[in-house]
Structures are given as structure tokens and as C-alpha cells.
């Protein structure tokens, strides 16, 4: 006999929106308006959280060590990117940030001697600074440029239109799994509708707040959002690795912080790419 279908969890839907919109709101009231020390304040939160959680799941043997060393590896490069872009004379130059890249390196292998003692997988707490580390840079980066925070606001929107039109979609018109090993819940469907939406978003964004062609924004919408949902999907192996379902439980309907910014980590260095494509000239 046929399982029946599975229904479309409505209820999740709605605990998603609402700690969704609560985030969403006072990130991008904080973008906007909070200046740029509100803003890295803002990222040095989201660090240390991510830092905790990734040791959680890493290093159970000896989290708080690791939590520590990857949070302050991470918030060295934040800082170093943030004292390098407000003295730069230029939207873009290698000193601005070379002593970041450098502390990238340097903080992977402190995570890795915290830890090996504690774990015979020292290198997942080294990962843990790769993984953070380069999304830290890049939005601190982008946010700093000309029209920084029209920049952010669309990276923001194009990843959680992603995210919640994946969803939808994928629910509510289910069809064949993406890829049923690493995460069974996820449908080509899903897959097609998050990149419609982030195209939406991004499009949306760049006519209510930038000079940037619609025809652009569309087109680094898209990739922002397959590079969302290339993140979710990464995420999900890394879960599987660590054997666990969510990073942790901080965020209602969604699980931990990096279950929600799994995607945005990968999208950040997609706008920030395309943001120097434009400032370099090679599209508008």
C-alpha cells in the first residue's frame, strides 16, 4: 500500500516567517542605519555564535576550547578587514586585506592544535576558521564600499528569498529529490523556485535602493541564490559528517545560526565578487 503524501507543514512555514522577520528586521535596520561599528558589532555576535556551534559539533570532547580559538581567529580577521578597509584609499586593495588572509591561515592551525588533543578529527575545528573566516571578510568588505549597505540589503534579501521560496516551493509542489543522499527533504522543484526568488529579491532591492541595472541585479541574484542553496546543500554534508540534525537550537523553526546562514556564507562571496566586477568596470 501507498504511503500517503506528505503534508505541506503549514505551521513550520509561519514559525520560519516570524523569527525570520524578527532577524531580518533588525539586520537590516542595523545595515542601514547602524553605521559601520553597529554593523561589525553585529558581526562579531554572529561570529561567536557561529564559533560555539561549530565546536559543538566538531569538537564535543572539548567545545569550549575550540569555541574560543575559532571565535578569536574569526574576529581577528574581522577586525584586521575593518581597519584595513576604512584606511584604503581605494574600494579595493591587497593591504587592505593580505593581514586578514594572513590570519586566516594562522587561526586554522591554532584551531587545529586546540583541539588535537581533544578529538582525533583536529581538523574539522581548523575548518571551522576556513569556513567562517572568508564570509567574515567579504561582507565586512562589501559593506564598506560605496553604496555598501544597498549591496548588504541585497545580499540579505536574495538569500532568504532563496531560502523561504526553496521552501515553499518545494513543499508545496514536491517532485524529485535534489540530491536524497546528503538531504532528503530537498526537491528540484525547491531548487528552481529559491533561484526565481532570489532573482525577485535581488531585482527588487537594486530598483528601490541602488543604481545598478535591473538586468544586472537579476543575473547576480541568481548566482547569489544557487550559491545559497549550494551552502544549505554543504551544510547538510557537514551535518551528516558530525551526525546531527540542526547546529543547535537558538532560532525557532530554523535550528542554530549557522542552520540559517549556512547559505549566506557562500552568497557573500558571490556579492562580493560581483561588487568588484562592477567597480572594476566590467559590468553595470
Same mark, same amino acid.
Given at each position: 500500500?501507498?504511503?500517503?503524501?506528505r503534508r505541506?507543514?503549514?505551521?513550520n &512555514?509561519r514559525?520560519r516567517?516570524?523569527s525570520?522577520?524578527?532577524?531580518? @528586521?533588525?539586520?537590516?535596520?542595523?545595515?542601514? #542605519?547602524?553605521?559601520?561599528?553597529?554593523?561589525l558589532?553585529?558581526?562579531?555576535?554572529a561570529v561567536t555564535?557561529l564559533?560555539?556551534?561549530?565546536?559543538?559539533?566538531?569538537?564535543?570532547a572539548?567545545?569550549t576550547?575550540?569555541?574560543?580559538v575559532v571565535?578569536?581567529a574569526?574576529?581577528?580577521?574581522?577586525?584586521?578587514?575593518?581597519?584595513g578597509?576604512?584606511?584604503?584609499?581605494?574600494?579595493? @586593495?591587497?593591504?587592505?586585506?593580505?593581514?586578514?588572509?594572513?590570519?586566516?591561515a594562522?587561526?586554522?592551525?591554532?584551531?587545529?592544535?586546540?583541539?588535537r588533543?581533544?578529538t %582525533?578529527?583536529?581538523?574539522?575545528?581548523? =575548518?571551522?576558521?576556513?569556513y567562517?573566516s572568508?564570509a567574515?571578510?567579504?561582507?565586512? #568588505?562589501?559593506?564598506?564600499?560605496p553604496q555598501g549597505?544597498?549591496? @548588504?540589503?541585497?545580499?540579505?534579501?536574495t538569500?532568504?528569498?532563496a531560502?523561504?521560496s526553496a =521552501?515553499?516551493?518545494?513543499n508545496?509542489?514536491? !517532485?524529485p529529490?535534489l540530491?536524497?543522499?546528503?538531504s532528503?527533504?530537498k526537491?528540484w522543484?525547491?531548487?528552481?523556485?529559491?533561484?526565481?526568488?532570489?532573482?525577485?529579491?535581488?531585482v527588487?532591492?537594486?530598483?528601490?535602493?541602488?543604481?545598478?541595472?535591473?538586468s544586472g541585479?537579476?543575473?547576480i541574484?541568481f548566482? !547569489?541564490?544557487?550559491? @545559497?542553496?549550494?551552502?544549505?546543500l #554543504?551544510?547538510?554534508?557537514l551535518?551528516?559528517r558530525?551526525?546531527?540534525?540542526d547546529s543547535g537550537? &537558538?532560532?525557532?523553526?530554523?535550528?542554530?545560526l549557522l542552520?540559517?546562514v549556512?547559505?549566506l556564507?557562500f552568497?557573500t562571496?558571490v556579492?562580493a565578487?560581483s %561588487? &568588484?566586477?562592477?567597480?572594476?568596470?566590467?559590468?553595470?
Amino acid at each position: 500500500m501507498a504511503r500517503p503524501a506528505r503534508r505541506f507543514d503549514w505551521n513550520n &512555514l509561519r514559525l520560519r516567517i516570524v523569527s525570520g522577520a524578527i532577524l531580518a @528586521t533588525a539586520a537590516i535596520a542595523v545595515v542601514i #542605519w547602524g553605521g559601520p561599528f553597529l554593523f561589525l558589532a553585529m558581526i562579531a555576535l554572529a561570529v561567536t555564535l557561529l564559533s560555539i556551534e561549530w565546536a559543538r559539533m566538531a569538537a564535543p570532547a572539548a567545545p569550549t576550547r575550540v569555541a574560543v580559538v575559532v571565535a578569536a581567529a574569526v574576529l581577528a580577521v574581522g577586525l584586521l578587514t575593518f581597519a584595513g578597509v576604512r584606511g584604503a584609499s581605494d574600494v579595493f @586593495t591587497w593591504r587592505a586585506v593580505m593581514p586578514a588572509m594572513a590570519m586566516i591561515a594562522l587561526g586554522s592551525v591554532a584551531a587545529a592544535a586546540a583541539s588535537r588533543r581533544a578529538t %582525533r578529527r583536529w581538523g574539522d575545528a581548523a =575548518y571551522g576558521v576556513l569556513y567562517v573566516s572568508p564570509a567574515c571578510l567579504a561582507i565586512l #568588505w562589501l559593506h564598506s564600499t560605496p553604496q555598501g549597505p544597498g549591496w @548588504t540589503v541585497m545580499l540579505l534579501a536574495t538569500t532568504w528569498a532563496a531560502d523561504i521560496s526553496a =521552501y515553499a516551493v518545494g513543499n508545496a509542489m514536491k !517532485g524529485p529529490k535534489l540530491w536524497p543522499r546528503f538531504s532528503p527533504n530537498k526537491t528540484w522543484s525547491g531548487f528552481a523556485g529559491g533561484l526565481v526568488g532570489a532573482s525577485l529579491a535581488a531585482v527588487g532591492v537594486a530598483a528601490l535602493l541602488m543604481r545598478l541595472s535591473l538586468s544586472g541585479a537579476a543575473l547576480i541574484g541568481f548566482c !547569489g541564490g544557487l550559491a @545559497t542553496m549550494m551552502g544549505d546543500l #554543504w551544510e547538510s554534508i557537514l551535518k551528516r559528517r558530525f551526525g546531527v540534525k540542526d547546529s543547535g537550537d &537558538l532560532i525557532p523553526g530554523h535550528g542554530g545560526l549557522l542552520d540559517r546562514v549556512d547559505g549566506l556564507m557562500f552568497a557573500t562571496l558571490v556579492f562580493a565578487a560581483s %561588487r &568588484l566586477i562592477v567597480h572594476l568596470g566590467w559590468a553595470h
